[in-house]
């Protein structure tokens, strides 16, 4: 299978503004006054966040398109699903100052979004968790029939 080029520079594009920026990290020092480069990581991790999930949003939906247009609307409820439970976590996202920090706090934008990152890996944690116990539940149920 022939890799698509467009892909392959864009996956490098990030991964070199990705190294960039950590350079620019360790050189500026992550601790330094301005935070600076503490802000920028966080903007570029939020940015490749955003990008791959509309990746994965627009491949379903090609993907959905292709096979059946019924599901669309089975993908729209999907995505408005995972809106509701991001927005839910946003609001409860306490957005605390970082511990231990004697110097400028990042900005109450920066700790809201960092707090909810957070609790959303979290959440995925847990549903991973589940899915694999049910899963594995499932399959020793269904030797065990079988």
Not at 40 to 51: D, G, M, P, R
Not at 115 to 135: E, H, K, M, P, Q
């Amino acid at each position: 299978m022939k890799k698509n080029k467009l892909f392959t520079w864009i996956m490098i594009l990030l991964i070199v503004i990705g190294a960039v920026i950590t350079v620019w990290g360790f050189i500026a020092g992550f601790g330094s006054a301005n935070y600076l480069p503490v802000d920028a990581l966080l903007t570029f991790a939020y940015i490749c966040v955003i990008l791959a999930i509309v990746a994965v949003v627009l491949v379903g939906l090609g993907v959905s398109i292709a096979n059946d247009k019924k599901n669309l609307v089975k993908i729209g409820i999907a995505i408005l699903a995972i809106a509701a439970i991001c927005f839910i976590v946003y609001l409860i996202a306490p957005g605390t100052p970082a511990q231990g920090l004697t110097v400028d706090q990042p900005s109450a934008g920066t700790l809201k979004l960092t707090d909810t990152v957070l609790y959303l890996a979290y959440f995925l944690a847990i549903l991973a968790v589940i899915a694999i116990v049910v899963g594995e539940i499932r399959m020793a149920l269904n030797n065990k029939k079988g």
